[in-house]
């Protein structure tokens, strides 16, 4: 089991010269990094992505600037009619993309003429505001109003992983927020309700090896007499060999860092079959996810290309946080395998 460090003041994520500030490495629970990338030609990679769920609807809205391109996209998914639609712009060089080095700074995509989309996701007081107009040739736009609700000191997970001195990682994972508002494409429309849903950001900025490969999961749920609300972000594959995880236990706002490995089994050749999910070195995750849905999304640009098998579905199992238990039953979520080359 490995022993991390936790970060508790305000740290720039890189030094002068691009390299990994090694004084960086480690853990918070609440955003520290200044994500200062510089130089690294074309290993820059920046998004934020979002999903926002219920028991009856996904929505998923990206930001993403991966040096050698601007790839912004937007799907949904609708549980009752098992309906997908899924969209993506990709621009030069990141063109009409402007992200900032903090969790807390705004991101916005937006075209040149403004008839493909916008798309801006703000700080607010409450916590954050998504706006996305996304406009398409051959159907109906995306468009989405929501406000993510993110109580006073509700902690996130928020690590670096150093893969070497000039490649590294910094993500945030703010998870088991709630959400209200919008989405509606043609004649698909659902309202999101507070404590009813739930918000999960991925804030990413690093430079990455031309070559990678992740298993990453996700979920929330209300559990109990009490509703306590438990979740989850466990990942495997990226953080072998570090040191360091994105592994951790949310219960009712209060964040517990799991230090060990994950392990993902499931079958590449069917992927809708169950996929079992539990830490290596420990009891305090035992899970399993029942796919309801297989979003497979295959991209090859040339020198990039991107392959994924995002399964959409429901978990069950056990939650072990110190002597406590938790019971997961039907727990809306998701689970991934993905490679790329970028």
Known sequence: ???ETEIKFPIQ????NGDLNLDSIGWSRQPMHRCNLSRKWLRKKRWNYWAVY???F???FTISDIDYAGVIFC?????KSNTFDEATLITPFGSGCRMGQMVDNDAVFESKSGKSGRLHFSRTEEGY?????????NSAPIQASIDVVVPMNWESLNVVIPFSRSRFQFTEKLFGVTARGTVQAGDVRHTFRENQSFAVLDFGRGAWPYSS??????????VGKKKEIVGVNLGAGWTDGTGYTENGILVDGR??????????EFDIKNPMRPWKIFSKDSKAIELTLTPEYHRHAVSNLGIIASGVHQMLGRFDGIIRVGRNEYAIEGASGWAEDHVARW
């Open 1 to 3: 089991m490995n022993i």
């Open 13 to 16: 994520l890189c030094k002068k």
């Open 54 to 56: 219920d028991d009856e």
């Open 58 to 60: 996904l929505a998923s």
């Open 75 to 79: 799907y949904f998914w609708d549980r």
């Open 129 to 137: 505001h998504l706006e996305v107009f996304f406009n398409r040739k």
């Open 213 to 222: 490969k992740w298993n990453w999961a996700n979920m929330s749920a209300r």
């Open 255 to 264: 964040l517990y860092k799991i230090p060990t490995d994950m392990v993902f």
